[in-house]
């Protein structure tokens, strides 16, 4: 088998040569349409939510800006403590319901573009 510059690494795309990571179309397809049921219940357990943020996360190298995008479905997990129930079921917060709204309408473009692995420090950056 010929070497290669392009693979997917535990659902994450990456280019050896480029130096940029992606998200796969399909799993952000899939992500959008997960996010709009739970927008439309309006619930969720905090194990679904948390499944939902865990994903977001682990995409941080490959969409811009995802932990800040994500604070209101973050906060709806509780917080990870032994006191936690998982089962329990929540009502979505105003917030958490316009960051699902966000998600259903953008990951999918987002996932278009590719982030590089290591971002430009500002002095690197030509300002004219």
Known sequence: MPPT?????????FDTVTMEFWLPLDKAQIFATSC???RTRGKAT???IAAVVGKLMWWNPAIFNVKLLSK?????TGGVDGETRWDEIVKSSEMAL???????????EMATRRKPMILPRFEDLEIE
């Open 46 to 48: 905090r194990h679904e």
């Open 5 to 13: 510059t392009l693979a997917f690494f535990l659902g994450l795309g």
């Open 98 to 108: 316009r960051e699902l709204l966000f998600w259903v309408h953008n990951i999918v």
């Open 36 to 38: 709009k049921k739970l």
């Open 72 to 76: 209101g479905l973050q906060h709806m």
